[in-house]
């Protein structure tokens, strides 16, 4: 079964300083996606990024950046310089391609979440 | 402004009592989906539907049901089967196309608590 580990509960930074969230999945399939969220304070949970299992191509938008490694399976996310701003709960998931419960279900697994507060 | 309504925000419920969480979308999304967040947690999935008329159980069903009898709208129901259902409920959708790739949008929640 697929699953996503966050091994971070919580992590403080004060402002400024760059912070990285880590992700570790398992999967069986060789097509895979992976997601991250953030939640903010008011519960709406906003999608960050997607990367599909074939591009290893690590990705950067503004102060946010994707280190994804399948040698590792990890798929890590870094905020440089943070903000208060950036204070909220981030999400890693993982869906697979193929149909493993052959109920037609693609499931988005979650990781527990990291809980990032950025101290000003 | 398209985008996901979640109603009420807050909610309590009685024991022995359903009460229905309400899913609106105006994204023209094919696919709902309902989950669960406890504190600590992340979500967990406890009905899908890919198409009207249709819908599949995730993976705690028990004590919930769904409906959808409209593309826009996805209610979930918590029964009083569900012995514990203080949770933070969130809806999302995603459009169409391959189910596992798609980004799915989040609605803000609806808080419930047991009285």
């Known amino acids: 079964a697929q699953k996503v580990t966050q091994a971070q509960t919580e992590i403080s930074v004060v402002e400024k300083e760059d912070v990285t969230l880590d992700c570790v999945y398992e999967?069986?399939?060789?097509?895979?996606?992976l997601f991250w969220y953030k939640q903010p304070p008011s519960g709406e949970l906003v999608f960050l990024i997607r990367?599909?299992?074939?591009?290893?191509q690590n990705e950067i938008s503004g102060r946010y950046s994707w280190n994804f490694q399948k040698s590792t399976s990890s798929f890590n996310f870094t905020i440089t310089a943070s903000q208060v701003v950036d204070s909220a709960v981030y999400f890693c998931?993982?869906?697979?391609?193929?149909?493993?419960?052959?109920?037609?279900?693609?499931?988005?697994?979650f990781g527990k979440g990291t809980k990032l507060s950025v101290i000003p | 402004d398209g985008g996901i309504t979640q109603s009420p925000k807050y909610l309590f419920r009685k024991e022995g009592q359903n009460v229905t969480l309400s899913c609106e979308q105006n994204?023209?999304?094919?696919?709902m989906y309902w989950y669960r967040q406890d504190p600590g947690q992340g979500l967990r999935l406890i009905y899908y539907s890919q198409i009207v008329n249709d819908f599949q159980k995730g993976d705690i069903a028990e004590g919930y049901s769904v409906s959808r009898e409209k593309k826009e709208s996805f209610p979930l129901t918590v029964t009083s089967a569900q012995k514990n259902p203080t949770a933070f409920y969130l809806c999302?959708?995603?459009?169409?196309?391959?189910?596992?790739?798609?980004?799915?949008?989040f609605g803000a929640g609806t808080r419930l608590s047991v009285l």
């Open positions: 999967t069986r399939d060789t097509t895979y996606y």
């Open positions: 990367r599909n299992s074939f591009d290893e």
């Open positions: 994204l023209n999304h094919d696919a």
């Open positions: 998931a993982l869906s697979e391609a193929r149909d493993y419960s052959g109920a037609g279900s693609y499931q988005l697994t």
């Open positions: 999302a959708s995603s459009p169409p196309g391959h189910i596992a790739k798609n980004i799915q949008y």
